[in-house]
């Protein structure tokens, strides 16, 4: 009986071993796919500063020619 409490035992650890090692492995996987999504987050909020910046920058030329406009015929 010892024997066989034993065997199973051996068997248990055997498989947490390799659950673990799994497990491991998915680590590591998640690791360096959030990495990656983490450097594409950083490049879109980049991107979304700059065309804030060129948004703002063409809402105030807008804004300045409808002052233009807005202030009548201008004499030549």
Do not use: F, H, W, Y
Not at 30 to 49: F, P, R
Request: charge should be negative.
């Amino acid at each position: 009986m010892l024997e066989a409490s034993l065997s199973q035992l051996e068997q248990l650890v055997s498989d947490l071993v390799q659950q673990n090692q799994s497990l491991l492995g998915t680590n590591q996987s998640l690791s360096a796919e959030l990495a990656q999504v983490k450097d594409e987050n950083e490049s879109l909020q980049l991107s979304l500063m700059e065309q804030e910046e060129k948004q703002g920058a063409t809402a105030a030329r807008i804004q300045a020619l409808v002052e233009r406009v807005s202030a009548g015929p201008v004499s030549a």
